[in-house]
């Protein structure tokens, strides 16, 4: 499996393919890569040593997942890996984001952040939340919604960064 985002990644893209790739792990025996080039300002996300640039992304997965940002903003090297992977899917919350090339597609466009809908997938699967998936996907969800300042900032929002902090994570610092 390879999970990845767009060039320009972000906490929320970041966030959210590392928390997955723990919950891969954590749900089934898979090899997961999480593919991407992070700022140095993200320097001290939970297993942001795991990544891998685009250089060293395999020509071959049987799964990929574009996190937070449709096939088009990827680097060229993930894009070929893309567009030879077995299936194809998407966890995105961008308006702009269509569902067509991908086997699967979980898109809500209403959801503040990719993190977010992570989260609701790890619900689905009945996984607990240990602290450093809850700081990946706090972090995320923290800078996609401005600090809870911008519009797409949701009650729902607040429950789930509710539940991150009971995880025991170091909100102040993050």
Known sequence: ???TGPQDADGDSLGASLALARA???QWSVDVDVAGVA???YSWLPDIE???SDEKVEPVYGLVVVMDGDRHRLAPAVSRAFQDAEHKAIVDHHRT??????????IDAQSPA????????MDAWALSLDEPTATLLYAGILFDTGGFRYSNTRPDT???ASRL???????ADI
């Open 39 to 41: 700022s140095p300002a």
């Open 50 to 52: 795991l990544l891998i």
């Open 165 to 171: 902090l009971a995880a025991g994570i170091p909100h």
């Open 114 to 121: 990719t993190c977010q809908m992570v989260l609701e997938i």
């Open 24 to 26: 891969l792990r954590i």
């Open 1 to 3: 499996v390879l999970l």
């Open 158 to 160: 607040h429950t789930a």
């Open 97 to 106: 984001t269509e569902s067509e090339g991908y086997d699967l597609a979980l």
